[in-house]
């Protein structure tokens, strides 16, 4: 029988899980559930491959560490622990050191917290998810698989800030993020496209968290994240690119606290703080709100800016891949992108673009453009196998 591998990802405010047999070319699903709305209406949701899924209310708030334990309560019943051969964990920062999957032990661990200032809404969520596993399974290898691993060999142009170099060899450097989800995107690409996919691509991974990445040859070149997740695109509430000359001028002149300009840039800016009516792109979609279509305007805008920046990294585009919620079902904000780059060689096919077609690209469009689903989990558990020895492909 074929190892079985977990997977944990703790996000904004929900924490995934996934289970998976450890075959020899891909890693298969089983089972894959979350605790989602932690901080309003938790619930535990389990969806089955083969068989039925639930989803059960849970009572009041959760912390993440509540969640955790109530997964792997969930997780022992379900799997006698001698089941289970590797947890794989999605850890948002590696910073400099981190340029691959690894196995977790106290002194990565105590590695991985001073990056917590670093990423301050996500790397204490991944760290109570190993923590919580470790206690849960304390024999079972745990492999902390990294956002910004899939970037660390960017030139210097591409991960320096123009701050005096001792600051560089700080490592106070572009890291770029969303990493897992652009290598599984690379990987997908290299079978629906290959000749395409060594080439010139752009990833679009637009969710509640949004930026952009340009590969070569399925290798990440350039990314909009930088030293946070704050960088680049404008998101659900985070604002993306702005001037660092103004945050000074909220410093001194508006007497903000870095608390209250942490707050103002990563909860409260974005699509929801131009909108005013929601972070959520389906609400703003919907709504009639002139607030809310300048926000999806404003999306749109710096999207194409950047599309058009990277193109030119990369010497010259040869696919577009749009991933993540908005990417794989906003027809709306993919229209607006590509219509919008019409001078670039892309042409849309209006009718399978309003499908969620994976190809959504006219036939004379000089660049195809993608929709492609994007699946981090199921990279968690690659890099899991791998680095824990469990397939024979990894052996
Ligand atoms: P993610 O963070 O990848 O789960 O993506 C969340 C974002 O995808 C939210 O802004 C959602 O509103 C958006 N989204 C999900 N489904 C749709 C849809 N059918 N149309 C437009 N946006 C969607």
Known sequence: MADLVVTLNAGSSSVKFALFAAEADWPRLIVSGAVEGLGAKPRFRVDVVEGEGSETKLAGKLTYRQAIAAIFTWIEEAYPAAAISAIGHRVVHG???????????????????????????????????????????????????????????????????????????????????????????????????????????????????????????????????????????????????????????????????????????YERSGLLGLSGVSHDMRALEASQEPRAQAAIAYFIHRIKMEIAALATVIGGLDALVFTAGIGERSARVRAGVVEGLGWLGLTLDRTANARNDSLISAPQSRIPVFVTPTDEEAMIARHTIETAGLSDAAR
């Not at 899939?150 to 060899?169: C, I, K, T």
């Open 95 to 265: 910073g400099l050191r981190f340029a691959a999957p690894v196995i977790v032990d106290a002194e990565t661990l105590a590695a991985l917290r001073e990056f917590i200032p670093l990423a301050p809404l996500h790397q204490p969520h991944n760290i109570a998810g190993i923590e919580g596993a470790r206690e849960a399974f304390p024999h079972v290898p745990q492999v902390a698989c990294f956002d910004t691993a899939f970037h660390r060999g960017h030139d210097f142009v591409d991960d320096a800030y123009a701050l005096p170099y001792s600051y560089y060899e700080r490592g106070l450097r572009r890291f770029g993020f969303h990493g897992l989800s652009y290598e599984y995107i690379a990987r997908r690409l290299r079978m629906i496209d290959p000749i395409h996919a060594e080439g010139g691509v752009i990833v679009a991974h637009l969710g509640n968290g949004a930026s952009l990445c340009a590969l070569k040859g399925g290798r990440s070149i350039a990314s909009t994240m930088g030293f946070s997740a704050l960088e680049g695109l404008p998101m659900g509430t985070r604002c993306g690119q702005i001037d660092p000359g103004l945050l000074l001028y909220l410093l001194q002149s508006d007497g903000m606290t870095p608390k209250k300009l942490s707050k103002l840039l």
